[in-house]
């Protein structure tokens, strides 16, 4: 934790939708379901290790629930189930990443944590060293993936983090789900009667 609050600190990190190519940005890198993704670490709060979470019915599968994080209630987002995979399997190493996603008002800043397999480490990645996501051949949606780092010999897959944890889609996600639980409770009480 430290690494990331003194990386924040003490580095200006570029961004992946605008890389300069000479710049170098520092990311987060964890694993999930085997494959390491990566964010870059000016969203990330903290980490926290996987504890009780407090179911909330009728949300989207990829919605946990949501802890009490100081006072504050933060819905939690199985990453897993979010790419459509299976859900994440919760062992010694899975952790929670706690993300602000800032609003057009700074006020409205949303904290939202999300649940990794494991957290790795915090690497810098030159911006000549990511190329665009894959049109194909991706096990997640597209429009998820900022790059493809190189790093070590590897691919890193660096995360579009708007696109992941895009507060619009997932409010229609729940809206829909709603809907559906509400289609269904008229046609039992309908066959009830």
């Known amino acids: 934790m430290s690494a990331i609050t003194s990386a924040r600190k003490n580095s200006e990190v570029a961004t992946i939708d605008k890389p ?43 919605v946990r629930g949501v802890i009490n994080l100081r006072g504050r209630v933060v819905p939690v987002v199985d990453l897993a189930a979010r790419f459509n995979r299976t859900s994440a399997q919760v062992s010694r190493r899975t952790s929670i990443i706690i993300i602000e996603l800032e609003q057009e008002d700074p006020a409205d800043t949303q904290s939202i944590g999300i649940v990794v397999d494991a957290v790795n480490e915090v690497i810098d990645i030159n ?41 619009d889609e997932m409010i229609s996600i729940g809206r829909s789900i709603q809907g559906t639980n509400d289609t269904m409770l008229e046609a039992e009480n309908e066959s009830g009667k």
């Open 20 to 62: 300069n190519l000479g710049e170098t940005g520092q990311y987060l890198t964890f694993m999930l379901g085997g494959e390491t993704f990566a964010l870059g670490i000016l969203n990330i709060r903290e980490i926290i290790q996987f504890g009780d979470l407090t179911e909330v019915p009728m949300m989207p599968k990829f």
């Open 127 to 167: 911006a000549a060293d990511i190329e665009p996501p894959p049109s194909f051949g991706a096990k997640i949606r597209p429009d998820f993936i900022s790059g493809m780092a190189k790093k070590d010999g590897r691919f890193i897959i660096v995360l579009n983090l708007e696109n992941v944890l895009s507060m």
